[in-house]
């Protein structure tokens, strides 16, 4: 069972940040919250994780609430390339937890002209 | 350049014919994984390797089987598919497992008539 909810849809005006929001209140405190996206059909792509602080990288921002219940990817100049499937996942992290991803049903996120 | 390779890319098939599905990642990875994706089920996992000769049931193993006997190489084997396996099937694989993101293959679409 998916751990985390996020709205099936949304739309993104071309050069305007998108921002996604993802709730996950059942979260664990060794686990952390992933970001992949799915461009059409291809392999899901990882975007971002993190556990409490808030990150940053070359694709995008990560911004997770003090008390880890949700967190929002912002991806900060949408391009018609970022139009794709976005999954939010948690995880535990490290060997013993295994590797499980379990994927829910993702925000497709249509970005606009 | 790091990646997961996968093939068949497309594949049309019979019931009852074996085949096999084969993955292969150069990053020198431990952890490997098969997932197949439907429309409306989303991404499930089928087995996964923690490393070589060490592989795991998944939420849908049934139907498939999986060796690792090196560790870039994780073949996906369809004993006898069914057309309830027509499907897209992604591999996956990471440094280790529980650490790190996935690196997803480009998928392999199935159909079995």
């Known amino acids: 069972d998916a751990k985390t909810t996020q709205p099936p849809s949304m739309d993104c005006a071309e050069g305007r940040a998108a921002n996604l929001p993802c709730n996950h209140s059942?979260?664990?405190?060794?686990?952390?919250v992933y970001w992949y996206r799915q461009i059409h059909s291809q392999g899901p792509q990882y975007i971002i994780h993190?556990?409490?602080n808030n990150e940053t990288n070359e694709m995008a921002s990560l911004i997770i609430t003090e008390d880890r219940k949700s967190s929002t990817l912002i991806l900060p100049h949408a391009t018609l390339r970022d139009t794709a499937v976005y999954y939010c996942?948690?995880?535990?992290?490290?060997?013993?937890?295994?590797?499980?991803?379990?994927f829910g049903g993702g925000t497709r996120v249509l970005v606009k002209p | 350049e790091a990646q997961v390779t996968q093939n068949p890319r497309y594949l049309i098939t019979v019931t009852g014919k074996k085949l096999t599905v084969t993955c292969s990642q150069n990053m020198n990875h431990e952890y490997m994984s098969w997932y197949r994706q439907d429309p409306g089920l989303g991404l499930r996992q089928i087995y996964y390797?923690?490393?070589?000769?060490?592989?795991d049931k998944g939420d849908v193993p049934e139907g498939y089987k999986v060796s690792r006997k090196e560790k870039r190489n994780f073949p996906l084997i369809l004993e006898s598919p069914s057309p309830n396996q027509t499907s897209l099937y992604f591999c996956?694989?990471?440094?280790?497992?529980?650490?790190?993101?996935?690196?997803f293959g480009e998928g392999s679409r199935l159909t079995v008539l």
């Open positions: 996942i948690v995880r535990p992290e490290g060997k013993a937890a295994g590797n499980k991803l379990t």
């Open positions: 059942t979260i664990s405190g060794n686990e952390y």
């Open positions: 996956a694989s990471s440094l280790s497992a529980g650490i790190g993101e996935l690196f």
């Open positions: 390797s923690m490393n070589v000769e060490v592989t």
């Open positions: 993190g556990l409490k």
